[in-house]
T-cell receptor
């Protein structure tokens, strides 16, 4: 059974810092991996999708990497802003369109 | 606008009173799923559908039913809700296994 771990569980940083959020998963038989952000009490917003054959994907200040064989993914956020404050979730996708979620990293960026 | 919609967004009900949460997507997606989100347990898949009339159980299907009579709709049915089904529910859809998954805004359900 797939298990997803996200480290750190929480992070508080001053504005402008570059951040690294880590995600590890136990079963490498995945189609892809998706990173989401969730604001308190709100829905999930997709940030990046990395296919299992890809190593990296970029969107603006966000960069995600994937090492499927070792079961790791990293989300890099450059020049963090207060608007980046949210919970960040990683989710590898399995058969049945099933996303398996980690517990998330709660990010707070202080102005 | 491409989106997944859910209704109602908030619902308070009592034990045993049947309810349906509707989900609709306008992106012509094949795959649809339901998830529930609970503090400390994260998001877990309830049911999924890979096509019209094709549905299957996810990780926590007990107490729920679904149907997929049309491609765009995937309602979640609670025949006899219980307090342990109090949760935040999300509907999701994607084009196929390799595509991004899009989530609806969520339905906050409280069962008294």
């Amino acid at each position: 059974k797939q298990e997803v771990t996200q480290i750190p569980a929480a992070l508080s940083v001053p504005e402008g810092e570059n951040l690294v959020l880590n995600c590890s998963f136990t079963d490498s038989a995945i189609y892809n991996l998706q990173w989401f952000r969730q604001d308190p009490g709100k829905g999930l917003t997709s940030l990046l999708l990395i296919q299992s054959s890809q190593r990296e994907q970029t969107s603006g200040r966000l960069n995600a990497s994937l090492d499927k064989s070792s079961g790791r993914s990293t989300l890099y956020i450059a020049a963090s802003q207060p608007g980046d404050s949210a919970t960040y979730l990683c989710a590898p996708k399995e058969y049945g369109n099933k996303l398996v979620f980690g517990a998330g990293t709660i990010l707070r960026v202080k102005s | 606008e491409a989106q997944v919609t859910q209704n109602p967004r908030y619902l308070i009900t009592v034990t045993g009173k049947k309810l349906t949460v509707t989900c609709s997507q306008n992106m012509n997606h094949e795959y649809m799923s339901w998830y529930r989100q609970d503090p400390g347990l994260g998001l877990r898949q309830i049911y999924y559908s890979m096509n019209v009339e094709v549905t299957d159980k996810g990780d926590v299907p007990e107490g729920y039913k679904v149907s997929r009579k049309e491609k765009r709709n995937f309602p979640l049915i609670l025949e006899s809700p219980s307090p342990n089904q109090t949760s935040l529910y999300f509907c999701a859809s994607s084009l196929d296994d390799r595509a991004s998954v899009f989530f609806g805004p969520g339905t906050r359900l409280t069962v008294l």
